[in-house]
């Protein structure tokens, strides 16, 4: 019986170390995401889960609240306790009556127990009245980095998109520059046509080769600094996918849309400053005001002349006090503070007229380019479909005998330059309308 027992508790065993091994290695995977397929969506959402900037803003927001928690403990009651031992070597003398007099003991013990709390205090006073604007001051910083995260990636995906677009144009040329090279060679070898045509192919060819390998490391350089803003490892891959249709159908805008500065993150975040400096005149006002405080304390005092006995007698002591404390003059720095204030005020308020300058100006430089890359991209559409026609064409009345090889060749340059102006011009617009949607505050998330 012993024996069946065993092999059945090493397998067993052996499944539970098993699945253990599987669950580690799906945390370790977990831990290092690997985007497959990712849509301009899914690399915005990473970007703003591990963007180092972002990581640091909400950092900026429990600092915040921190400092916060720590400004607004004053205004608790303060407990203290003090305790302190002394043996004197030599009672300390004083003359009374011109007779010397020793006052003391050998030994002293005292223990305090020390409570106060603030009546009046500006500081405190402050941080209590602005702890909401602080905490939303930092949440919209937050925000303003996430607006600029986003448009960024956007922008950087579009950019390798167009990289990756013109390998592909490439990748099709080179099929079918091959496929004309067989034919041509075919031809040549067959007495129809001379052998330059074949040559010509050739060296077709090899540009095409030339000019995708070139793109390759062109794509290389712009992943990697579309990883850098994401946040993302550049030792990992990243594989990003996307739908040609579906983009065409996101070139679409409203251009008829007016700028209104109070819908972007840094109007919000200046009006939060005006409110803040607000605080900050009322708190240097505040100076002309005495600090108003309660404290009391209750001593424990033991004296004894021989240390053994020191704790056997105890003499209290207790009291209750109220502390006002009011600077009379300064040398005029509580009035040099309020206008330094004042002035902190008028500037910030030029801020917000400069924003809302700022923000009208940028859209328009935002739509004006939008709508130049929109007619560009529908004209370019056009002659694209065109090229692929006149390819077409041009390919079956080379293979009857009808056409020249140049003019293949022609054809083919004027059909790989359309796709390529087609697609640069596609999300050359796309990146256009991100910076629309910035300039009306329209990138939320």
């Known amino acids: 019986m012993t024996l069946l027992i065993r092999p059945v508790i090493r397998g067993c065993l052996f499944f539970v170390s098993l699945i253990t091994s599987i669950s580690g290695l799906s945390q370790t995977d977990q831990g290092n995401i690997v985007l497959h397929n990712a849509s301009l969506d899914q690399v915005i959402q990473y970007a703003l889960q591990h963007q180092p900037s972002l990581k640091q803003s909400v950092i900026d927001e429990q600092i915040v609240e921190t400092t916060l928690r720590n400004k607004l403990s004053a205004w608790y009651p303060q407990l203290n306790f ?173 251009t008829l849309q007016q700028p209104d500065a109070s819908k972007r993150p840094e109007f919000s975040f200046l009006q939060t400053q005006q409110k803040l400096l607000n605080a900050s005149l009322q708190y240097e006002k505040w100076a002309f005001l005495p600090q108003v405080s309660v404290n009391g304390a209750y001593n424990f005092n033991y004296l004894n002349n021989q240390f053994g006995k020191l704790y056997s007698n105890n003499f209290p002591s207790s009291f209750a006090a109220l502390t006002l404390s009011f600077p009379i003059t300064q040398g005029g720095k509580r009035k040099a503070n309020i206008d330094q204030v004042n002035w902190q005020i008028k500037r910030n308020a030029l801020d917000i007229l400069q924003l809302k300058q700022t923000v009208n100006t940028q859209y328009v430089q935002a739509l004006s380019a939008y709508k130049s890359y929109y007619n560009n991209y529908i004209a370019l559409k056009e002659n694209l479909a065109l090229a692929k026609e006149v390819y077409g064409v041009i390919d079956l009345q080379y293979k009857a005998g009808v056409k020249t090889y140049l003019e293949v060749i022609t054809a083919e340059t004027d059909l790989r330059t359309s796709q390529i102006n087609y697609y640069n011009a596609l999300y050359l617009l796309l990146a256009s309308k991100v910076d629309v949607k910035r300039a009306l505050g329209q990138i939320n998330y």
């Open 82 to 254: 003090n305790y302190s031992l002394q043996h004197n070597f030599q009672v300390p003398t004083n003359i009374i009556g011109g007779n010397p007099i020793r006052l003391g003991v050998n030994n002293t013990s005292n223990a305090q127990f020390a409570v106060s709390q603030n009546i009046f205090n500006r500081d405190v006073l402050l941080a209590n009245r602005t702890k909401e604007d602080v905490r939303t001051q930092a949440k919209q910083n937050t925000g303003i980095n996430k607006v600029e995260v986003v448009a960024n990636v956007s922008k950087a995906f579009y950019d390798v998109l167009a990289t990756i677009q013109q390998i592909k144009v490439a990748d099709e040329n080179i099929i079918r520059i091959q496929n004309s090279l067989k034919v041509a060679t075919n031809q040549y070898q067959a007495g129809i046509a001379d052998k330059t045509d074949y040559k010509r192919a050739t060296i077709l060819l090899n540009n095409t080769k030339a000019a995708r390998a070139s793109n390759q490391s062109v794509l290389d350089a712009k992943m990697s600094y579309l990883k850098n803003i994401m946040g993302y490892p550049d030792s990992m891959a990243l594989h990003i996918s996307f739908d040609s249709l579906l983009l065409e159908k996101e070139t679409e805008l409203d």
